[in-house]
């Protein structure tokens, strides 16, 4: 005991915290606007982020609020960005091995949520790296790369939190449990490192895509399937699954349920809600988002053909045809692979010249093997490809 | 995440044989057993007398597990954990709540899974992953979390601690599950004698053998009907697909040519007609992705050598899987059954 000074009280204090001053009844609690099917809208962007070798953007539409001047009801947001590394070579301590390691790594920002998060990943931040890991793996065409690595980093820049912050400031929080909200932002997280490997060139079988739904309750109404929850939304959410789709495959690398799924199809009668039914509608959302995704990486590729200039004067000259020809030839070359078919792999005898091409314009070469990249997941087609890079 | 500790150190040849005679219908497993049948396992509980429960498991493949459950009385508001307001502060603002956050069902939080595995470090995705899963099964129905309620002020926090003794051969889900079902089925918490209403402290009966069962082996009567769905805690199965054949409890050899390996958590259900209860799925990524023979084989495959698949698994395999699990005279019952014997 110090008795020079003027001491604390013994015991130690709490830091004050002070209620609310509306009560929680007062606020119109956020509902969801949109239909059970509906899934919200999807902003995604491919190659952001410059020194990364691939790299993308995702955020998920935040309605507007017609309370939005308090703070304490604003709807959460999610905002995501990820950045693909390699693939580069392993350390030389490294012990050898046969193919790509992926090591992915998900991190919130500090200021992601209302409650600050430390630098170094907690575990639940961890559990997500290592879901999306699988979600990934399944997908790498990774013996292409022995003795190579690949860092797959994703920063939650604004990440959903489970309950209303009113909700909490009085109490009644029903006994609600946390992480439905790492649900969606894991959906989130596989179908952005999908749209970034593919900016990376990595050859994949197929995008993988995140898709949610999820079993909730209001609390006067029977049991609903909805897909792409939002944890504040919803009163009471009985049970949620998150999947990693191959639609072209109809795959799933990926699945994580939880909550209670079997007892929750108690009492329908009408509507099955089952852990079949759920995974279904998790399909459902993956597919919605797959669009999306298609569409980014489609953006992202064409802006990139776009930023390479072409000297078709000086690939005539290589090729011994008219400098005319030569365009023509890579526009038709283009279009056909634009088409998406996937038969539309260039004829033998479109591709001979765009690989002799190669040697004088690689830039336009790199460029429209990304779009095939996507389009044409054909392992024999890519094994040619991964060469180039 | 490296699901085995060791790549796999048999040649692709071995593989193939053994990938061959799996997929075979009717499967043959190389130490002869059924596609749903477990290896024998030692068990015994209440072995270490510091702890509220304990629980050793040793499977045949001499994997050995022991988990010890602590239990410490804590106060629900105070300094928040989480969440800076809790109920407390808000009866400081006037504002009376008609139920507490600890009258409704307890907090996640509440229950602690540490897991810790010789020569991995605490932070291996590994070791956070199989926490993460084992606390996810014991928390989801929120009937663990119930229980742990003393009264408005007061709860009880469960430290559950896992510790695998063997080094990890297999995947060591099953066994850490397991072995934590025993110990939570073992535990007993001091009985209270005073303080049960609203915020009193509370005073717990210093006579241990006056201490109450976390999960009660007889459920009380008076509220039979709503406890009996969380009257035991739930288990982890490893599952793993070969082909279109599904098996359960795979050993090392046959995890390194799995499809899809699938951890499903299953609790037993309400009334005794219906199936079990799920409460969470997770699929994991098969090890054979990491074998060396994933990229040998890669360019072309040979007669007689194996290759792992690439992509997924279809959403049928995942569906048979799980309804193996939870059906009504399922493994998952049967195992909970075999369980129910140790205690």
Redesign the interface.
């Known amino acids: 005991m110090d008795r020079r000074r003027v001491n604390g009280p013994p015991g130690g204090t709490?830091p004050?915290?002070?209620?609310s001053t509306s009560?929680g009844k007062t606020h119109p609690s956020s509902k969801r606007t949109r239909g059970a099917n509906e899934i919200r809208k999807i902003f995604l962007k491919t190659g952001l982020t410059p020194s990364a070798s691939g790299s993308a953007y995702f955020e998920l539409e935040t309605p507007p609020t017609n309370h939005s001047n308090s703070l304490t009801n604003r709807t959460p947001a999610l905002k995501l960005t990820c950045t693909v590394h390699g693939p580069r070579p392993l350390p030389r301590s490294a012990p050898f091995s046969?193919?790509l390691l992926l090591s992915t790594r998900v991190k919130f920002a500090p200021f992601a949520a209302r409650?600050r998060r430390g630098y170094i990943?907690d575990?639940?931040e961890?559990?997500l790296?290592?879901?999306l890991?699988?979600a990934l793996?399944?997908?790498l065409?990774?013996?292409?790369w022995?003795k190579s690595g690949v860092d797959v980093v994703i920063t939650v820049l604004e990440g959903e939190e489970d309950c209303p912050w009113h909700a909490?400031?009085?109490?009644?929080?029903?006994?609600r449990?946390?992480?439905w909200g790492m649900m969606s932002i894991l959906s989130g997280c596989i179908t952005v490192a999908s749209a970034a490997l593919t900016d990376a060139g990595i050859d994949c079988?197929?995008v993988?895509i995140g898709g949610v739904a999820a079993i909730v309750r209001q609390p006067a109404a029977p049991a609903q399937l909805v897909l792409d929850p939002c944890p504040s939304d919803h009163e009471e959410i009985i049970a949620a699954?998150v999947i990693?789709y191959?639609q072209s495959?109809?795959?799933?690398?990926?699945?994580?349920?939880?909550?209670?799924?079997?007892?929750s199809s108690d009492g329908m009668g009408t509507t099955p809600m089952g852990?079949?039914a759920l995974?279904?509608q998790a399909?459902e959302a993956a597919v919605a988002a797959r669009r999306v995704l298609v569409e980014a990486i489609r953006e992202g590729t064409e802006a990139k053909i776009q930023g390479s200039q072409i000297d078709f004067h000086a690939i005539g000259a290589a090729l011994n045809i008219k400098e005319n020809a030569a365009r023509m030839r890579f526009y038709r070359l283009r279009k056909a692979i634009e088409e998406g078919e996937p038969g539309a792999t260039p004829t033998k005898a479109a591709t001979t010249p765009t690989k002799r091409k190669k040697d004088q314009a690689n830039s336009d070469e790199g460029s429209a093997k990304k779009v095939k990249d996507e389009e044409v997941v054909d392992?024999a087609e890519g094994g040619e490809e991964g060469e180039g890079n | 995440m490296a699901p085995t500790a060791q790549p796999t150190i048999l040649s692709p040849s071995e593989l193939s044989y053994l990938y061959t005679s799996l997929s075979l219908n009717p499967p043959i497993r190389p130490d002869a057993r059924s596609p749903t049948s477990f290896r024998p396992l030692v068990a015994e509980t209440d072995l270490l007398p510091t702890a509220n429960g304990s629980a050793r498991l040793c499977f045949a493949d001499g994997t050995e597990a022991i988990v010890g459950v602590k239990g410490e009385v804590e106060r629900t508001g105070g300094v928040g954990k989480q969440i800076g307001i809790r109920e407390d502060d808000v009866e400081m603002g006037g504002i009376e709540g008609e139920e507490g956050t600890g009258g409704a069902g307890g907090e996640d939080w509440w229950v602690e899974v540490t897991v810790d595995m010789p020569g991995q470090r605490d932070d291996d995705a590994m070791v956070v992953f199989l926490a993460q899963m084992i606390h996810e099964g014991l928390v989801a129905d929120g009937g663990l979390r119930a229980r742990l309620v003393i009264n408005r002020r007061w709860h009880w926090r469960l430290y559950i601690d896992i510790l695998l003794l063997s080094p990890p051969h297999t995947y060591p889900l099953p066994l850490l599950s397991l072995t934590a079902h025993l110990a939570l089925l073992s535990t007993c918490l001091p009985a209270p004698v005073a303080g049960l209403e609203k915020d009193d402290d509370p005073i717990f009966n210093d006579d241990w053998d006056a201490a109450i069962p976390l999960y009660p082996s007889t459920p009380p009567s008076s509220k039979a009907k709503a406890n009996l769905s969380a009257a035991r805690p739930p288990i982890t199965l490893l599952v793993i697909s070969v082909g279109d054949n599904i098996f359960f409890d795979p050993s090392h050899a046959e995890l390194a040519v799995a499809d899809a390996v699938v951890a499903v958590t299953v609790a037993s259900s309400p009334s005794s007609t219906d199936d079990l209860n799920l409460l969470a799925v997770r699929t994991i990524d098969p090890p054979s992705r990491l074998s060396s023979s994933a990229a040998e084989m890669g360019q072309a495959v040979e007669e007689g050598a194996w290759k792992p698949k690439k992509g997924g698994m279809s959403r049928t395999v995942l569906r048979k899987m799980v309804g193996m699990c939870v059906a009504r005279g399922g493994v998952g019952e049967e195992v909970l059954g075999g369980l129910e014997g140790f205690t």
């Open positions: 709490t004050p915290c002070y209620a009560s046969p193919q409650q990943p575990s639940s961890r559990d790296a290592a879901h890991e699988t793996r399944g997908v065409i990774g013996e292409r022995p909490l400031a009085a109490g009644n929080q029903n006994g449990t946390g992480g079988v197929d993988v699954c990693g191959l495959r109809d795959e799933v690398t990926e699945t994580w349920a939880k909550g209670n799924i079997t007892a852990f079949d995974v279904d399909v392992e």
